[in-house]
């Protein structure tokens, strides 16, 4: 059984910061892309990053690009997500999910197209 399980969420000040893990069982790590993408209320789900541990390419929309920072634990098949200078508008469901791939673009890093999600973490930044 594949599990991917969020920790890390929590409630910040504008301008502070966290990281989020993601923990990832029962897949072959190297044959997949993670992916981080958040929910905010009334809006669509979007993608935040994804990152490949097979070549570590990565991708980042505008929204976070410089403030966001993915990296890859292999040893533990572990995804992290670094997120500094956060603002009120970051404030969403954060969800890691998996989809089979070798190299990060652009189109594969949005909510169609996962394989496995995890069930969220919860991250609140107030103004």
């Known amino acids: 059984e594949v599990r991917l399980v969020e920790s890390g969420g929590g409630l910040v000040q504008t301008g502070g910061s966290l990281r989020l893990s993601c923990s990832a069982s029962g897949l072959r790590f190297d044959d997949y892309i993670i992916a981080w993408l958040r929910q905010a209320p009334g809006k669509e789900r979007e993608g935040v990053v994804c990152?490949?541990?097979?070549?570590?390419?990565?991708y980042y929309p505008d929204s976070v690009k410089g403030r966001f920072t993915a990296s890859s634990d292999n040893a533990n098949n572990t995804v992290y997500l670094q997120m500094n200078s956060l603002k009120p508008e970051d404030t969403a469901h954060y969800y890691c999910?998996?989809?089979?791939?070798?190299?990060?673009?652009?189109?594969?890093?949005?909510?169609?197209?996962?394989?496995?999600w995890g069930k969220g973490t919860l991250v609140t930044v107030s103004s």
């Open positions: 990152i490949s541990s097979n070549d570590g390419s990565t």
């Open positions: 999910a998996a989809t089979r791939g070798y190299s990060v673009h652009e189109a594969i890093c949005g909510p169609n197209g996962m394989d496995y």
